[in-house]
């Protein structure tokens, strides 16, 4: 037999070599193939370094398209696994992509400009300040007295969390909380939904549950959704279990349980406290939103339903009777687009059951695409978003927190994608239209590096968008400092 072993280092050389000759050939035919880019050597680019970054806003729009963008959403099976393999349901996902650059003289009226000069910082000694852009320029310094006079407060101070992937699991929500909570007072995780996707993942909270029927108002177009954007419908099976969390400080115990949900029958509730003491609630058929409540020195509590019929679960908080909470409602997916939805009355009855002192809007990661920089659409879809949450929600501050950083390729280094410093001003003119708050993400993230940085220090995934959990915590910091020396 011929021994051909003396050529395998002749093979292996010629492989590497091809593979290295991939990183040269032009991205943009490899793009139009439907391929990626390939660069054997990614993992040794250095990115960009804080100068470098200053100077990408320069170069911003230079051989960029300016067309519009279309979306489309696949939905697949969900791979994140559960704590009670309640992982199969379909994740809708939405991908943004460039329309076609339409002839020149095509009848298409040219994109609004948007104004990007900020208004003077309501605070100093952050380097993000939050900017106040509502009338009287009072938003943020209201909210900042409750902050100081919490002590007198016969309720949680509650600040609510709206977002998508990039808070998914309580990424950086967590570290917000525990902020808060160990300057302010306050314990437990918050408002936690029936069921979620990442349940195996999430560690501020223990979560077991079976037999529900979710709804999201990203897959569906029907009606009764307000800010946790799901709702619940159980079988005579159903079961939830929630359980606090040493993971962080304040979630391995709390004071309060609250279970909100529309009965239009006459079910019966029973909770577990502890794994002992056991509770029955009979509900009284209603139209609208209510609550069984429980306090007490929890570490763990189970609901389960009987006479299901009519039934219609949106949560429970997990909470103490005052301090601060802060409660995390992510839709993996979601554009925000989809908030305009939620339904003025039900939202009404949420806030009273649940009064809300500060909404943080977290979205625009879903839209942003690297070949496209005008998302005056967009601004135009949360402007209306944003008020229509104003009317939900009346009294309540409202902030407008941007896109992070998100890098892509270019040129064999990772850098900036210009969509998102377009996307960043219009998230701002989106604040400054309905006189509301923002927090610029992108400029807390650039000030300690970029997201090159963010990835080379385990801050971020190699997707170069995702945050990790230590990224998480950094950004949470910068955005309690901001917050809590707002003036």
């Not at 006189?435 to 992108?442: A, D, K, P, S």
């Amino acid at each position: 037999m011929k021994n051909y072993f003396r050529y395998t280092f002749g093979l292996v050389l010629l492989v590497a070599l091809m593979m290295l000759g991939l990183k040269y050939l032009p991205a943009e035919s490899v793009e139009e193939a439907g391929l990626k880019p390939v660069n054997i050597l990614a993992d040794l680019d250095r990115g960009n370094t804080v100068e470098e970054l200053e100077g990408l806003d320069a170069e911003a729009g230079a051989g960029i398209r300016q067309g519009g963008y279309s979306v489309r959403s696949v939905t697949e099976p969900d791979t994140t696994a559960s704590t009670d393999g309640d992982s199969s349901r379909s994740v809708s996902t939405i991908f943004v992509e460039p329309e076609p650059v339409l002839p020149a003289d095509s009848a298409v009226a040219a994109p609004e400009p948007v104004d990007t000069v900020s208004t003077a910082p309501v605070q100093t000694g952050s380097a993000v300040p939050v900017r106040d852009y509502s009338p009287d320029g009072t938003m943020m310094r209201t909210f900042t007295g409750k902050l100081a006079g919490i002590g007198q407060m016969k309720r949680p101070l509650r600040i609510g969390f709206m977002g998508d992937s990039f808070i998914e699991g309580d990424l950086l929500t967590s570290d917000f909380r525990e902020l808060m909570q160990s300057r302010y007072g306050g314990g437990g995780v918050g408002f936690v939904p029936i069921t979620s996707q990442v349940a195996g993942f999430r560690q501020t909270v223990g979560h077991k549950f079976g037999q529900w029927k979710q709804s999201s108002i990203v897959n569906s177009k029907q009606e009764g959704f307000t800010i946790s954007a799901f709702r619940f419908t159980p079988s005579e099976d159903s079961y939830v279990e929630y359980k606090g969390s040493s993971h962080k400080k304040h979630l391995d115990r709390f004071g309060r349980a609250r279970l909100l949900f529309i009965s239009k029958g006459r079910s019966v509730i029973r909770a577990t406290v502890n794994g002992e003491e056991e509770f029955l609630f009979n509900t009284d058929p209603m139209e609208s939103l209510q609550e069984v409540q429980l306090d007490g020195d929890f570490r763990s509590i189970r609901y389960q339903i009987s006479d299901v019929e009519g039934f219609t679960a949106y949560g429970v908080f997990l909470e103490n009777p005052t301090g601060v909470s802060v409660d995390n409602f992510s839709v993996r997916g979601n554009s925000g687009t989809a908030m305009g939805r939620i339904s003025p009355v039900l939202s009404e009855q949420f806030g009273k059951l649940s009064p809300y002192d500060l909404i943080i809007l977290q979205y625009g990661l879903n839209v942003v695409s690297s070949q496209v920089t005008d998302y005056s659409a967009y601004r135009k879809q949360m402007t209306a978003v944003v008020n229509h949450i104003r009317r939900c929600f009346p009294g309540t501050a409202i902030l407008v927190m941007s896109v992070g950083d998100r890098a892509t390729r270019s040129n064999g280094a990772f850098v900036t994608m210009p969509g998102i410093r377009a996307m960043v001003a219009a998230q701002e003119q989106v604040a400054r239209d309905c006189g509301v708050l923002f927090w610029n993400t992108y400029d807390a993230m650039r000030a300690a590096g970029g997201m090159s940085a963010f990835v080379k220090n385990g801050w971020a995934a190699k997707d170069y968008t995702h945050i990790s959990a230590r990224g998480g915590r950094k950004i949470a910091t910068a955005l309690f400092d901001a917050i809590t020396t707002a003036q």
